[in-house]
């Protein structure tokens, strides 16, 4: 014997289903998401600055262990991310 069958109510899915947004709307909100996307890739780019000036500024005071070229590139590149990182800090400041 197969199982009885019920009725069951129809919820009016159209009436209680959120507004669909507009264009422009939908516009809006994609530029917001993408804004701070940007600024996450920002802050993520900082960091990876930051990660490598330690890393240079680390061989530049490794002493004879490196040679004295490597130790002085690493010595300009620390220069180098300092100056970056407050360039990137000051663009954002302004946004």
């Given at each position: ?40 890739h920002i802050r993520a780019l ?24 490597v130790r002085d590139l690493a ?6 991310c300092e100056a970056k990182v ?10």
């Amino acid at each position: 014997m197969s199982p009885s069958l019920s009725v069951v109510a129809d919820n009016d899915l159209k009436t209680s289903a959120p507004k669909t947004e507009t264009v422009a709307q939908r516009v809006r909100r994609l530029q917001q998401e993408a804004k701070t996307l940007a600024k996450d890739h920002i802050r993520a780019l900082n960091q990876a600055i930051v990660d490598v000036e330690q890393l240079a500024a680390e061989i530049a005071e490794g002493g004879d262990a490196y040679p004295p070229g490597v130790r002085d590139l690493a010595r300009r590149l620390v220069e180098d991310c300092e100056a970056k990182v407050q360039t990137l800090e000051a663009i954002v400041a302004r946004t």
